[in-house]
């Protein structure tokens, strides 16, 4: 299983970026999937997640509003963020696992497969 997430760079105060995550080696649509984000000197957090079975999309209260999560149903992952501010910047990761929920990952965070993570700032 490959995650390979793109699309990161840097944008101004208000702008917008979508990032991708291409997976392979898995069926997405048996899977859970989720973005995260780590900014420097902070610990990794969750950002939204994907339940396919439920069709539901989860975002943090910091994002809710901003980001949107899709998927093409295939291969690929987005999250589509719009109204940026600097404390958005950080390294964004893609991860997916094949459990169908997100309770005990949105806790323990011990999804079974992991991007590389693409950077993403946001200047003020």
């Known amino acids: 299983v490959r995650l390979v997430e793109s699309g990161g760079g840097l944008v101004q105060r208000g702008g917008s970026l979508k990032i991708s995550c291409v997976v392979s080696?898995?069926?997405?649509?048996?899977?859970?999937i989720g973005w995260y984000r780590q900014a420097p000197g902070k610990e990794r957090e969750r950002v939204s997640g994907?339940?396919?079975?439920?069709?539901?999309v989860f975002y943090v209260p910091s994002v809710e509003g901003r980001f949107t999560m899709f998927t093409d149903r295939k291969s690929t992952v987005y999250l589509q963020m719009i109204d940026l501010k600097p404390e958005d910047t950080a390294v964004y990761y893609c991860?997916?696992?094949?459990?169908?929920?997100?309770?005990?990952?949105?806790?323990?965070?011990?999804?079974?497969?992991w991007g590389q993570g693409t950077q993403v700032t946001v200047s003020a």
């Open positions: 994907l339940e396919f079975d439920r069709g539901r």
């Open positions: 080696g898995l069926t997405l649509t048996n899977s859970v």
């Open positions: 991860a997916v696992d094949h459990r169908r929920t997100l309770n005990s990952l949105w806790t323990f965070h011990d999804w079974d497969h």
